[in-house]
Nanobody, 120 residues
Framework: QVQLVESGGGLVQAGGSLRLSCAAS????????MGWYRQAPGKQRELVAS???????NYADSVKGRFTISRDNAKNTMYLEMNSLKPEDTAVYSC??????????????WGEGTLVTVSS
């Protein structure tokens, strides 16, 4: 009933910028915490950034100061603004969200991911 779809990935030169979007749709009562994860070849999936319903944010040390997570609750959409991109940022980026599908039921959902490739 709930679907998350990422967009905005692509090929970018090192030092460039890219903005990812994660749109939630379906039977949504209210979105709760949301976050961006990434997985690079040969590496485990890691949490890149997260945001709570009230807007507080957390970032992995590797992206702090370069990435900015934000959300538009009215649109049930989350964004990840990536600046000063490095080749090490190359990965499949996936969004995750805790979503209230009713006043009493919450579920966790994942998007399929979008590929970000940073060339040197």
């Amino acid at each position: 009933q709930v679907q998350l779809v990422e967009s905005g990935g692509g090929l970018v030169q090192a030092g460039g910028s890219l903005r990812l979007s994660c749109a939630a749709s379906g039977s949504i009562f209210k979105t709760s915490a949301m976050g961006w994860y990434r997985q690079a070849p040969g590496k485990q999936r890691e949490l890149v950034a997260s945001t709570t319903i009230v807007g507080s944010t957390n970032y992995a040390d590797s992206v702090k100061g370069r990435f900015t997570i934000s959300r538009d609750n009215a649109k049930n959409t989350m964004y990840l603004e990536m600046n000063s991109l490095k080749p090490e940022d190359t990965a499949v980026y996936s969004c995750n969200a805790y979503i209230w599908v009713s006043a009493l039921r919450m579920g966790t959902y994942w998007g399929e991911g979008t590929l970000v490739t940073v060339s040197s």
